[in-house]
């Protein structure tokens, strides 16, 4: 199973942190694709996004409708993971209140196996801001409440 684990479908007009983690996957893989250039993985899912997806699925020979389903996902992290290794990438963009998906329950996983008691439903609110900013102070980061690629560094 993929980390973080596959939380919603995304498609064309998707957007967030999820999204832009499966824009770093494809990047990671597309070594061996032709048909598109490297992503900015900036968490916006249009039709760059659409079409590297589609030759994902092409390659993989899997259905092939540009949509990253659980399946496409768990297939793209086991593509990317045997080529660069388990280590979980940042996803390239930060995550802070208001964002959703995998990324943030990974997050606040990560962060219960360090003592917080937070609610792993995928919704970055309050708590996990207060709990973020806990482990930044100390961690001797800046104490923002966002996920940024320094704290995604040290808790990863």
Not at 40 to 59: H, P
Not at 83 to 107: D, E, N
Request: aromatic letters at 10%; one cysteine or more.
């Amino acid at each position: 199973m993929a980390i973080p684990a596959y939380y919603s479908l995304l498609q064309r007009g998707s957007s967030g942190p999820d999204v832009a983690l499966v824009q770093t996957w494809l990047n990671g893989v597309r070594d061996a694709c032709t048909w598109y250039g490297e992503l900015k993985a900036d968490g916006k899912f249009g039709i760059s996004t659409e079409n590297a997806v589609k030759e994902f699925q092409l390659k993989n020979k899997m259905n092939v409708d540009g949509k990253v389903g659980a399946n496409t996902w768990n297939v793209l992290y086991t593509r990317y993971t045997a080529k660069h290794g388990l280590h979980v990438p940042y996803p390239g963009i930060a995550l802070r209140s208001g964002s959703s998906g995998g990324t943030v329950r990974l997050v606040q996983q990560k962060l219960n196996s360090l003592g917080e008691r937070l609610t792993a439903d995928g919704r970055f609110g309050a708590a996990t801001a207060a709990a973020v900013q806990r482990f930044q102070r100390r961690n001797g980061l800046t104490a923002d409440g966002a996920v940024g690629e320094g704290t995604w560094e040290k808790m990863f």
